[in-house]
């Protein structure tokens, strides 16, 4: 596609009411399935659903996918496979790359049931099968400069909007000439950039317009695969700079590259998506919390847009491990598959001790790391949380109901942070609150998710000192007590009973809401057993009251079940394991009795 500056003028603007048209946007041309529409100088990409409130578009389901295995290729050749996929993917999926072991695990044992062939073609030459297959998705190549690596995500935006896929200079040579005698769109050396600063600045000026106005990402540009095929598919704009960059440049008009990236996201409304990630996380979330922007981590999430697509064989539901009596049945009517009903009863002399596992917030975590976990020999031995991303179930719906459907009652499913995305609640406008509490609620609900872990940030967090903070003991909690009732209130209409907050703590604290829901201040992050079982003891040494009640966060990079099942075997007799839901049902339980 030209850029707009480029199609000629029309002596009059024809408004299109035909169904396959949305009222009120002006058709530019049909592609085989793809018809491209221009609104206020944006694009879209036609039939694939953004209705719902989506945070992520559903694709069309595929009757098919050819299966292409490109672990074993050149970086060069990943990238242009990589985004081709994007072109041939839309609005339909017709190709399942595997890029690396788990991606052959979800085929296998999720994705099977969708007909699907693997054709025998060289590792070497799946780039031209794929262009010999599929030549009329593809209007041309966008070539990168290798001297200037941030080209690559320009070049990606440009592949989405253009339908490109991106080259290296080698590559363009081979591919000008027969058989498929692929067009130079653009060849980004001629740009000469020196910094990433003008690179995306550049960008903004002439790419951002063309670009969907639902999500923006953020990608390391050495990450050629996982999410990028997903950013073509979609016209996404791409971007990588630095939060804590504060550095201005006088050519710029003194730009920054924080003060970019906050004019990057003012471009998109309230409740618009980030994808991907950034240089630097607190600060990073910070910034995309006061646009009033949530984020689905998801750099590495591999065939994204084959995802949306598949939906679930079975209900979407937890088993639920303990509800106070009158509320057996969930909101709206629904009733749980595995609900126990007694009251959860505590000892005089007992410490418990649940465990909550980190990074659920992670929606590529839930692909690769959690799968590797949740396949520990040692699950289901113990009680454990785990925090998971409220927004699976609309990101990847077969992939969430392997989790609830492989689960056993020892696991429970919890919300990760901090919500419909990660966001840091100090940071987020108060006017657009309500909106991401109502998602949030809806979603949970939908899962029947009850607890909800919120992770929020301080000054020096959100300036990118974030060592100092953590040498401070600031554990990324949820402080703000106005806030605290806030989402206490919102949430419990739609079931929810419990909130779990921090990461970095070693004196655990917690209190109710006006609604009585427990807000627990999490004891942690834990990232050995040694010093899981020190934090443990520590806590129970330094509080002499029993019953006492210890939520401990895990830090999922370094911790697995068996390692925690380590840990409960050098706790001893005193203390007893339990789920965090359960835990706080027992603290919720010892107010009533406080009070009474």
Not at 218 to 233: E, M
Not at 409 to 430: C, K, Q, T, V
Request: proline share 6%.
């Amino acid at each position: 596609m030209l850029p707009l500056a480029k199609l000629p003028l029309l002596p009059v603007i024809i408004w299109c009411y035909n169904r396959d048209v949305k009222p009120g946007f002006v058709q530019l041309e049909k592609v085989d399935r793809r018809t491209i529409f221009v609104v206020n100088n944006s694009t879209e990409i036609a039939n694939i659903d953004w209705s719902a409130d989506r945070m992520l578009p559903a694709f069309q389901a595929p009757h098919h996918l050819n299966v292409y295995d490109i672990r074993s290729i050149s970086r060069d050749e990943q990238l242009s496979v990589t985004t081709l996929a994007g072109l041939i993917n839309r609005p339909q999926p017709q190709v399942y790359l595997i890029a690396n072991d788990d991606d052959s695990f979800w085929l296998n044992e999720v994705l099977a049931s969708i007909p699907h062939d693997t054709p025998y073609v060289a590792s070497d030459a799946i780039l031209d099968a794929l262009l010999t297959t599929y030549r009329t998705s593809v209007r041309g190549m966008v070539i990168y400069d290798p001297n200037f690596i941030d080209s690559i995500n320009i070049a990606t935006t440009l592949a989405g909007q253009r339908d490109a896929i991106v080259v290296s200079p080698t590559q363009a040579q081979t591919l000008e000439q027969g058989p498929h005698k692929l067009p130079i769109l653009d060849d980004l050396r001629n740009y000469q950039w020196h910094t990433r600063l003008h690179a995306y600045h550049w960008a903004k000026l002439n790419l951002l317009n063309n670009a969907s106005t639902h999500v923006i990402a953020g990608l390391d540009p050495n990450n050629l695969t996982g999410l990028r095929s997903f950013l073509v598919a979609t016209r996404t704009f791409v971007y990588w700079l630095d939060s804590r960059n504060y550095i201005t440049d006088p050519t710029l008009n003194w730009m920054s590259e924080r003060r970019l990236m906050k004019q990057l996201y003012s471009t998109l409304p309230a409740g618009a998506t980030h994808l991907g990630w950034f240089i630097n996380e607190p600060s990073g979330v910070a910034l995309t919390s006061e646009s009033a922007m949530a984020v689905l981590a998801t750099d590495f999430f591999s065939n994204l847009e084959v995802w949306t697509s598949v939906r679930a064989s079975v209900p979407i539901t937890q088993n639920v491990g303990y509800l106070p009596p009158r509320q057996g049945a969930l909101p709206g009517g629904q009733v749980s598959r595995f609900i126990v009903d007694q009251q959860p009863t505590t000892s005089a002399s007992k410490v418990y001790v649940s465990f909550t596992i980190s990074d659920g917030d992670n929606l590529q975590y839930s692909q690769h790391r959690m799968l590797r976990l949740w396949r520990d020999a040692a699950r289901g031995s113990i009680p454990i949380g785990w925090t998971i991303s409220p927004v699976l179930p609309q990101a990847a719906p077969a992939m969430a109901a392997y989790y609830t459907r492989t689960a056993t009652p020892n696991d429970e499913l919890i919300a990760g942070p901090s919500g419909a995305g990660y966001m840091f609640p100090s940071r987020w406008p108060a006017e657009h609150l309500p909106a991401f509490l109502q998602r949030t609620g809806q979603l949970m609900q939908n899962w029947q998710l009850m607890h909800l872990e919120i992770l929020d940030t301080n000054f020096l967090q959100r300036v990118g000192l974030s060592i100092i903070a953590f040498l401070g003991r600031k554990g990324m909690t949820f402080f703000d007590e106005n806030l605290q009732q806030h989402f206490a209130q919102t949430l419990r209409l739609f079931g929810v009973r419990g909130l779990l907050s921090g990461a970095g703590l070693s004196k655990p604290a917690w209190a109710f809401s006006a609604e009585q829901v427990p807000v627990y201040h999490n004891l942690g992050l834990a990232y050995s057993i040694k010093k899981t079982v020190s934090l443990i003891k520590d806590a129970a040494s330094a509080r002499e009251e029993r019953p006492l009640f210890l939520n401990v966060y895990i830090l999922a990079w370094k911790m697995t079940p068996s390692d925690l099942k380590q840990v409960v075997e050098q706790l001893g007799n005193d203390y007893e394991i339990v789920t965090p839901g359960t835990l706080l049902a027992m603290i919720a339980r010892s107010q009533l009795r406080e009070r009474s």
